[in-house]
């Protein structure tokens, strides 16, 4: 999965200070660091884009897969625990939880962690991704 639009660039521009913006397609987002980090806390720190982007993968896999079979998501909500590391410093652990609003026959458990594990996100962390850094002057 190359992604919605291969070959097209997201292109993250400096606003000031600690904070960026990131234009995805015709979408905007903003990052900024914690007042600890130097920032203004006014928007989310870059990593947590990370677990944010896990979270909203996995919800979506879930979701499809309960509307596929019938089954109820109202009230989804995933929620996704970043655990940090150290040399280097990065994210060393994510703990996500799905939570179902109601109640889904016992037999379907085993098959939502599976299509949970089966996003591309969780694939991309799981597996890891080749990163190459140009520089351009």
Partial sequence: ?????????????????VRFAA???SHRIV?????RGGGADSAPAPIELLGAALGTCVAYYVQQFCHSRGLPY??????V??????????IGRFVVRVILA??????????????ARSCPA???L????????????
């Fill in 1 to 17: 999965m190359a992604g919605p639009n291969p070959g097209v660039p997201i292109v993250v521009t400096h606003e000031g200070g």
């Fill in 23 to 25: 234009q995805i397609r």
């Fill in 31 to 35: 990052v900024d660091q914690t007042v």
């Fill in 74 to 79: 109202d009230g989804l909500r995933v929620e």
């Fill in 81 to 90: 625990e970043q655990h940090g590391a150290q040399n280097p410093a990065r």
């Fill in 102 to 115: 109601a109640e889904i026959p016992a037999h379907y458990a085993a098959m939502l962690e599976r299509v």
């Fill in 122 to 124: 969780h694939n991309t």
């Fill in 126 to 137: 799981s597996h890891g991704a080749d990163v190459t850094v140009l520089i351009d002057t």
